[in-house]
């Protein structure tokens, strides 16, 4: 079953916010290989963390990733206009399962 | 520059089967796996089917949903990856999504092409 993310959060800008993501020992507890990517509608996913908290070449230092057991977490701080989108965590479940992705949760600015 | 370009979605009747193709440049392909991922209309994302890079035998795997239906395949002549989809049917309507998986994410996407299964 999919990664369990709340279904939407919001915040003004310069705000910071966390986005959870809840798994179980068999993905998010025994891997470190947690991503999370940013969802424009109409637009190609973005991968914005990896590994759970390492940040690809060209995104923002407002975005960090951290893992505590079964959970992963999502923080973007410093809250832009241009950061409303919709944010997916996925985990690494094994060679039998391959991925897991969260349910997606909607992030608005107000 | 990575480019991953989709195409072959449309209007197909249930039961019907499409063939979908991701046309890669920018890197060198078959040095990746590669990887289909969907979004269904108001859903969030499901991965769909996944190949290993050649080197590791350029084995398939694919997500329950589809197992036994969908067939995922790779020429590294051509860069492309591919995507052969079988007894369609309406909860396979989606954009479908090609990605790159270099070992621990998807880090390149294509734009996607969209699939609707209806009569």
């Known amino acids: 079953s999919a990664l369990t993310q709340p279904a939407s959060v919001s915040g003004s800008p310069g705000q910071s916010i966390t986005i959870s993501c809840t798994g179980t020992t068999s993905d998010v507890g025994s891997y470190n290989l947690v991503s999370w990517y940013q969802h424009h509608p109409g637009k190609a996913p973005k991968f914005i963390i990896f590994d759970v908290n390492k940040r690809p070449s060209g995104v923002s230092n407002r975005f960090s990733g951290s893992k505590s057991g079964n959970t992963a977490t999502l923080t973007i701080s410093g809250l832009q206009a241009e950061d409303e989108a919709d944010y997916y965590c996925c985990s690494y479940a094994g060679s039998d399962n391959f991925v897991l992705f969260g349910g997606g949760t909607k992030l608005t600015v107000l | 520059e990575v480019q991953l370009v989709e195409s072959g979605g449309g209007l197909v009747q249930p039961g019907r089967s499409l063939r979908l193709s991701c046309t890669a440049s920018?890197?060198?392909?078959?040095?990746?796996?590669m990887t289909w991922v969907r979004q269904a209309p108001g859903k969030g994302l499901e991965w769909v089917a996944f190949?290993?890079?050649?080197?590791?035998?350029?084995?398939?795997q694919y997500a329950a949903s589809v197992e036994g239906r969908f067939a995922i395949s790779r020429d590294d002549s051509k860069s492309i990856a591919y995507l052969q989809m079988n007894s369609l049917d309406a909860e396979d309507t989606a954009v479908y999504y090609c990605?790159?998986?270099?070992?621990?994410?998807?880090?390149?996407w294509g734009q996607g092409t969209m699939v609707t299964v209806s009569s």
């Open positions: 920018g890197f060198p392909f078959g040095d990746y796996a």
């Open positions: 990605a790159r998986w270099p070992g621990d994410a998807f880090d390149f």
């Open positions: 190949i290993k890079r050649k080197m590791y035998g350029g084995t398939p």
